[in-house]
C-alpha cells in the first residue's frame, strides 16, 4: 500500500495540544488562551487588512467561526489571496475526489515539519529568505489566529498538486475561474483550498 494513502488519524494528547500519530505537533485550536491576532501577512492585501469575508459566500467572516486564508506569492509578491469560511470550505473539499484528500492528508502527516516561526517551508525545511515562490496559509477565528501559519515552497507545492486527480484539478480550476476572473485557472493552490483545517 502506498504510504500516502494508510488511513490517517489524529489524537489528542494534554490539554491545548494536537499530536499527530502521537506526537505533539501543534496547539489545540479549540482553546481560546493559545489564539493571537491574525498577523499582517495574512491581511488582505486588495483590503488592505484583515480578511472581512468569506470568498465563497461572501459572510462575514467574524461571525461566522473557523475560516483559513491562503496567500499565494510569486516573486514574493501577493498574486492570489482568499479567506474561506469552515462551511465553504467542507463544500468545496465534498468536490474534491477521495484520492485527493487522502493523498493531501497524508503528504501533510509525512511531510508537515512544525514550527512556531515561519521561516522555513513547513514541508521540506527550505529557509524562506532563498526562495520567491510561496503560498502562506492560516486558520483564522474572528480576529485571531489560531495555528502558527504555514509556509509551502512552490517545490513542495508542485510536488503535492502532482498527487491530485484531474477532478481535485478541475474544481480547483473552476474555483479559480468563479471567484478570480483573470487569474490563470492552472494556479496550484496549495494544498487546496479549504482543505487544510
Known sequence: MNRLLQPLGEVRTAPGAIALRGVPVLPDPSNEDCAAEVPEELHSFSEEGPFKNCTICEKD??????????KVYRDKEVIFETAICQACGEDLSKEMSRESLEAMKGFMLCNFKPTEEPDHCHFCGFPRALFENFTIIGACRELSLLLPMIIMCEKCSEDLQGQLSRKTR??????????????????DLSPAVGTLF
Open 61 to 70: 467572516l467574524e461571525h461566522l467561526g473557523l475560516y483559513e486564508v491562503q
Open 170 to 187: 478541475d474544481v480547483q480550476g473552476d474555483f479559480i475561474r468563479d471567484h478570480f476572473p483573470g487569474v490563470p485557472a492552472d494556479l
